[in-house]
């Protein structure tokens, strides 16, 4: 069964078994990074919570996924691989959520999913890869700075963002008796959660008004609805969830 289960974290690009993911997700699209970071995990994670069995080997793949989720986003400059590591950081989490029940990762995974989505739409939009290229975003579309730049943070859990809530969930359910454990994912957490505010920040404090050679952008056509949309949703997303549990 630790076989099987390994071949099937394999598949899912969990740590100790993550090593192709950043590599093979440097060389694609948006739209199939998209794909690799979420529609490749369905399959794996569905058979593993028909499969796997809560014992040490899952508790240690847990920890590892959300240290080296954390630890390997810190020194990268390919938003690519930023969003791998993360990802990796992600699959821990969903597995912890094996610990509660067998629902709850859906919920995180659709969660996790639509703010890819969101953020993938802008950086695609853009032709965004390298965080050089986000620095040197043109002034005047501060909107979109600020929806991908708030969606990133949502991406890394902050509240009050949508990001925020499947971790919240997963954090009431185990704080009693995985105390241990949950506080260690917290902290790396923590760590994801920095290199996005450090991106964040330097966006925002980095004033360049020069177009990138490698960035495609339409003064009159950056107002996308689905953009708009996506990170409406993602970045008050919580708060309407909260208001919406409030009525009913």
């Known amino acids: 069964m630790m076989i099987m289960n390994s071949t099937i974290l394999l598949k899912l690009g969990a740590a100790p078994f993550h090593f192709w993911f950043p590599e093979i997700i440097e060389g694609l699209n948006w739209f199939n990074s998209l794909i690799l970071m979420t529609w490749q995990k369905i399959a794996p994670m569905m058979i593993l919570s028909y499969t796997m069995k809560l014992n040490h080997f899952i508790y240690m793949i847990i920890i590892m996924s959300t240290f080296i989720g954390s630890i390997g986003g810190l020194n990268q400059i390919n938003i690519q691989k930023i969003l791998a590591y993360s990802s990796i950081?992600?699959?821990g989490w969903m597995l912890?959520?094996?610990i509660i029940n067998d629902i709850i990762w859906i919920d995180y995974f659709l969660i996790y999913s639509f703010i890819s989505l969101s953020?993938?739409?802008m950086f695609?939009?853009?032709n965004i890869f390298m965080l050089n290229q986000l620095f040197m975003m043109i002034n005047n579309l501060y909107m979109i700075k600020y929806f991908m730049?708030?969606?990133?943070?949502?991406?890394?859990?902050l509240p009050p963002f949508l990001g925020f809530l499947p971790k919240w969930i997963i954090i009431q359910n185990l704080s009693n008796n995985n105390f241990l454990l949950i506080t260690f994912m917290i902290m790396m957490s923590l760590i994801t959660l920095f290199f996005y505010l450090r991106i964040s920040y330097s966006s925002m404090m980095i004033n360049n008004n020069e177009l990138n050679f490698l960035m495609i952008m339409n003064k009159n056509n950056y107002n996308n609805l689905m953009i708009n949309l996506t990170s409406f949703i993602?970045?008050?997303g919580l708060i309407l969830y909260s208001i919406f549990m409030n009525f009913y």
């Not at 730049?149 to 859990?157: E, I, K, T, V």
């Open 234 to 236: 993602s970045i008050n």
């Open 96 to 98: 912890s959520s094996f």
């Open 124 to 126: 695609n939009k853009f």
């Open 89 to 91: 950081n992600h699959i």
């Open 149 to 157: 730049l708030m969606n990133m943070l949502s991406l890394g859990g």
């Open 119 to 121: 953020i993938i739409l």
